[in-house]
């Protein structure tokens, strides 16, 4: 298998340290924006989901899918292959822990976020920081740019959200 990594640009820190740096930067970010430029989309439309997501969500019936999805929100993320932040979608934790690593949920092909409705509150109630990413492409983010999509931009795509 190749490995995840190709790129000469590898973080100084080693990779554990990195993402837990990386998230608190976002999650710091988004919530301390005083103008909002920062901040994540999570208007509610009715129902209380957020509005960015598909009107079909409204007839979701899975409790544990409705759970998540209220949560979904979109962060924005700047790469080096679009001229402007790719609004991404993501289920950030309730609570950061200041030690240990985060648990970072990946879906499978041409999914979202939801796939992990039951797997995600198990985590958070196990004491754990748990955060779900939509890889670009799929899920809820928005895609409205166009950026592209192979691998070596879903890579750096990822990263930057980390």
């Known amino acids: ?3 995840l990594l190709t790129s000469s640009s590898v973080p100084a820190l080693p990779l554990a340290a990195w993402s837990r740096y990386r998230l608190r930067v976002a999650a710091s970010n988004a919530a301390s924006a005083p103008d909002g430029a920062g901040a994540t989309a999570r ?3 009715t129902g209380g989901f957020p509005s960015f997501l598909p009107g079909a ?3 979701i019936r899975d409790g544990a899918a409705i759970r998540l ?3 979904i929100e979109r962060v924005p993320v700047q790469t080096s292959f679009s001229g402007s932040a790719i609004s991404s979608s993501c289920v950030r934790p309730l ?3 200041q030690d240990g690593d985060p648990v970072v949920l990946l879906h499978g092909f041409d999914s979202s976020v ?3 409705r039951y797997t995600y509150p198990l985590l958070e109630e196990a004491g754990l920081e748990a955060w779900a990413v939509d890889i ?3 899920g809820f983010s928005d895609l409205e740019t166009r950026p592209p999509c192979d691998v070596a931009s879903k890579r750096e795509h990822f990263y930057q959200v980390l």
């Open 1 to 3: 298998m190749p490995p």
């Open 43 to 45: 208007c509610t439309s």
């Open 57 to 59: 969500v409204e007839r």
């Open 69 to 71: 999805a209220k949560r």
């Open 95 to 97: 609570k950061q822990q």
């Open 114 to 116: 939801l796939e992990w």
């Open 136 to 138: 670009l492409g799929w």
